[in-house]
């Protein structure tokens, strides 16, 4: 299983789009820590890969990451990270 962010040369079939989000409460000591929030984008691969796996892919092509932090009124800050991109699988011989 593989991501990438590019497109790879090789003949694959186009399994369909995948998309995952991922939720995290920002302390207020937390928020300007924003090199310690990698564990996100881990969750979403890992997120990535199991609806690949679901759909009997083989990879996961064009992925994007969106992150995004979000106030709700006075409640808390989140950080929301949502991945997404196009998995594919390759043909059997």
């Known amino acids: 299983m593989f ?3 590019g ?12 998309n995952a989000t ?8 937390e928020i300007d820590d924003v090199d310690n929030f990698d ?4 969750k979403v691969k ?11 892919g083989d990879g ?8 995004e932090i979000v106030s709700v009124g006075v409640g808390p800050k989140y950080i929301i990270l ?3 991109g196009t ?3 390759f043909p059997k011989k």
């Open 22 to 29: 991922v939720k995290r409460t920002l302390t207020p000591d």
């Open 60 to 67: 996961i092509v064009a992925v994007h990451f969106v992150p």
């Open 7 to 18: 497109e790879i040369n090789r003949a694959h079939m186009i399994v369909g789009i995948v």
């Open 3 to 5: 991501l990438t962010t």
């Open 87 to 89: 998995a594919i699988s």
């Open 46 to 56: 890992t997120k990535l890969i199991e609806r690949t796996v679901a759909r009997d």
């Open 82 to 84: 949502h991945g997404y």
């Open 39 to 42: 564990d996100l984008y881990e």
